[in-house]
């Protein structure tokens, strides 16, 4: 293994837990702060720090793995995110920096719905605390098998002794990092380091493409193309073979942003108001050539692969196998840490979500409601490995899929709160009832829908995503029942 690539990933962690060290010592003195930043982050680091967070290693592993086997018709996934993340920045993000903190200066999700719902205060912290914890462990177990991969494709051998394959030190390796800075700096911490990760990824994501694309054994646009045709006719359509089904199913997943956790809890931690249009520019900004990044690695990837003779047993290690065989060690150490970036600016979130849910929602809750501000922010460090480790043995079995772990806790998330936090921001009609209703109803839905298979065959036809029927039967639920029972004693959201 060539030192340049640990001399680059070396410099990455270092850098990582001095950011850390830096938060420790500027936003850690209470559970806003530790929990959510001070509600200070300038829109930059809000934006960037969302975005990263959302992306993870499905950015660089999962969907490129996808384009390279199924051509241009899987790239409609990228399309809906793009989609959906547009409307949540226009939709969620302004009502919930405000409503947050109009409603008790809430500093996590259940605690809002709380205030929003007083009427069923307790119930719905315990559900949706419940539903975070479960479905972020799942979430937190796809990075962290993305970071076994890595370790096993580009450090085979290495790491193999002593009875500890790569894969299980790649994970090691991973959750360790994240620990650190995430246990010692919190919020503040993820963020900032969200923000140096997500810039690293989205450079990674410009430099691949155009190297397989026009590098050496490239043969540019036209040569890549001619290729994927002898390969496939269909390769470069985006509708050829396409069913609605498989179609509704792609583009679907842009709803699963209203609904996730770990990406609008930034919208609470923008600085002011006033300053939410220009985070959204930024983080759409940043979305959008990461994603045209990650759609182009998978389509030219495939064409690369085909002309060079390349073996590629496991689609989704492509940018692995290109950054070992098309750049210098120190460029290929940069290109690993950009994979790590992804994986770890997910997992810290995903981290310190369920860390907040655990402190905020059961520990100061129901066993020690007059715990001091320290005591909250220990509970909370202790909170954030007790998850991470449950995470990686969720991730010990290597022949993990990424896309599919995360498409399960992305649906999850997505029907369990999606159209409740549109409709407790926009709907003045919706109750605590009506709350609770849609919670249940979207995430029981998921998890049945799974259980069944019928995301991977329905009625003997193509999977139905299970986002699909979770966040239509939630949105029902909600209606229905905050229809015919009384909103008495509910608060309604603030209408400018």
């Known amino acids: 293994m060539a030192i340049g690539i640990w001399i680059s990933l070396i410099g990455y962690f270092a850098l990582m837990i001095a950011i850390g060290v830096y938060a420790m010592r500027k936003s850690t003195s209470s559970s806003e702060e530790y929990m959510l930043g001070g509600r200070n982050l300038s829109p930059k680091v809000a934006a960037l ?11 660089l592993l999962g969907l490129p793995g996808a384009l390279f086997v199924a051509g241009l018709g ?4 990228g399309i809906g995110l793009l989609v959906g993340a547009l409307f949540n920045w226009i939709l969620v993000a302004p009502r919930l920096r ?6 008790g200066n809430a500093i996590t999700i259940p605690s809002f719905l709380a205030n929003r719902f007083p009427t069923k205060a307790l119930s719905l912290r315990t559900v949706s605390a419940i539903v975070i914890v479960i479905f972020f462990t799942v979430y937190t177990a796809s990075g962290l098998v993305a970071g076994g991969k890595l370790f096993e494709s580009a450090f085979a051998g290495i790491f ?42 989205m450079l990674a994501l410009v430099i691949m493409p155009a190297v397989v ?11 890549a193309s001619q290729t994927l045709n002898e390969v496939d006719p269909t390769f470069l359509s985006w509708t050829e073979g396409l069913t609605l089904v498989g179609w509704l199913s792609a583009v679907t997943w842009g709803l699963g942003y209203f609904g ?63 950054s070992d065989l098309l750049f210098h060690p120190l460029v290929t150490g940069f290109l690993y840490a950009a994979l790590l970036a992804a994986v770890m600016s997910t997992i810290s979130s995903q981290l310190l979500v369920s860390s907040s849910s655990l402190t905020e929602d059961f520990y100061r809750l129901f066993l020690r409601k007059e715990a001091s501000e320290k005591e909250c922010v220990s509970v909370g460090r202790v909170s954030v490995v007790l998850v991470g480790l449950v995470a990686a043995v969720i991730a010990s079995d290597p022949d993990s899929q990424v896309l599919s772990l995360v498409s399960n806790a ?24 009506g709350a609770l209703a849609g919670m249940i109803t979207g995430a ?39 229809s015919v029972t009384s909103d008495a004693g509910e608060h309604r959201p603030i209408t400018n």
């Open 98 to 103: 405000e409503q947050t903190v109009h409603y």
């Open 444 to 482: 029981a839905t998921v998890m049945t829908w799974i259980a069944l298979g019928w995301n991977s065959s329905f009625l003997g036809g193509p999977g139905v995503y299970e986002i699909i029927p979770g966040f239509i039967l939630a949105w029902i639920a909600i209606m229905v029942v905050s």
């Open 74 to 77: 899987a790239g409609w996934i």
């Open 410 to 433: 992305w649906a999850g998330f997505g029907a369990a709160f999606g159209p409740l936090i549109l409709l407790s921001l926009m709907w003045p009609r919706t109750n605590g009832a």
């Open 160 to 201: 193999n002794m002593g009875g500890m394959s790569d894969y299980s030190m790649g994970i090691v390796i991973t959750l360790g990092i994240v620990l650190v800075y995430t246990v010692v700096g919190g919020f503040l911490a993820v963020s900032m380091t969200d923000f140096v990760q997500g810039c690293i990824m």
């Open 49 to 59: 720090s969302a975005g990263a967070s959302d992306m993870s290693g499905w950015l």
């Open 260 to 322: 996730q956790p770990h990406i609008i809890v930034r919208f609470m931690a923008i600085r002011t108001l006033e300053e939410v249009p220009t985070a959204r520019n930024i983080g759409m900004g940043w979305m959008t050539i990461s994603l045209i990044g990650a759609l182009s690695l998978g389509v030219f990837g495939r064409a690369y692969a085909v002309r060079n003779g390349m073996t590629v047993d496991d689609p989704e290690t492509i940018f692995i196998l290109l």
């Open 213 to 223: 694309l026009f590098g050496e054994g490239g043969g540019g646009f036209a040569q």
